[in-house]
């Protein structure tokens, strides 16, 4: 007997859209995997990740301000609540949420609710002070340097080592004004 076709494009839809989160977690997973072969210091691997996803980052910020067709953010706070709420919706297919903001508005953390990045994932005894995730690090230093905001992302709570959720401290440490692309002549 045939497989009973789909009842929707949905269906068809949703269940592509499962198919490459897997693959691509797992194909995070096999570079990790590899860097661990390859680097003999886990120190190192977390900052190829972090170098990786920077170098992803300058390139995905076109891409998310073509495709999220949002207006320029006035502050950091507007920033870090798009990073949250369409930067992670977009390319992880998951929400964040943006809690612990300092005084002065320039530092707070990025709490996700969910971590596509891990499924599957169990860390050996050996990788201890692996920081798995931190291509995300990288990935949103990098945007927001293209942006023009430097900024400082470290990993605040990490469950793979035990913690109870994943948090990122993303930390503003400088911006620049923006040059206006266009001579006025
Ligand atoms: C602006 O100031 O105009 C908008 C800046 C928004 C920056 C959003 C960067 C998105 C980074 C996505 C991170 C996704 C991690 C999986």
């Given at each position: 007997m045939p497989p009973a076709a789909p009842r929707s494009g949905e269906a068809i839809f949703s269940s592509v859209d499962r198919v490459n989160a897997e693959l691509f977690t797992l194909t995070y997973g096999a570079i990790v995997r590899q860097l661990l072969n390859d680097l003999e210091e886990v120190e190192e691997v977390n900052k190829q990740l972090d170098q990786m996803g920077y170098n992803i980052g300058i390139r995905l910020i076109d891409e998310f301000l073509a495709k999220s067709n949002v207006s320029r953010c006035v502050d950091f706070k507007e920033t870090a609540e798009m990073i949250a709420k369409v930067g992670f919706k977009m390319f992880l297919g998951v929400t964040a949420s943006v809690t612990k903001w300092d005084a002065d508005g320039s530092c707070c953390s990025i709490v996700l609710?969910?971590?596509?990045?891990?499924?599957f994932v169990e860390l050996p005894?050996?990788?201890?002070?692996?920081?798995?995730?931190n291509i995300l690090s990288g990935v949103i230093r990098g945007a927001l340097e293209m942006v023009a905001m430097k900024t400082e992302v470290t990993w605040i709570r990490d469950m793979l080592r035990g913690d109870d959720a994943y948090e990122l401290q993303v930390k503003l440490l400088s911006q620049l004004p923006e040059e206006y692309p266009y001579k006025d002549d």
């Open positions: 609710e969910e971590n596509p990045l891990v499924d005894d050996t990788c201890q002070g692996l920081y798995y995730c």
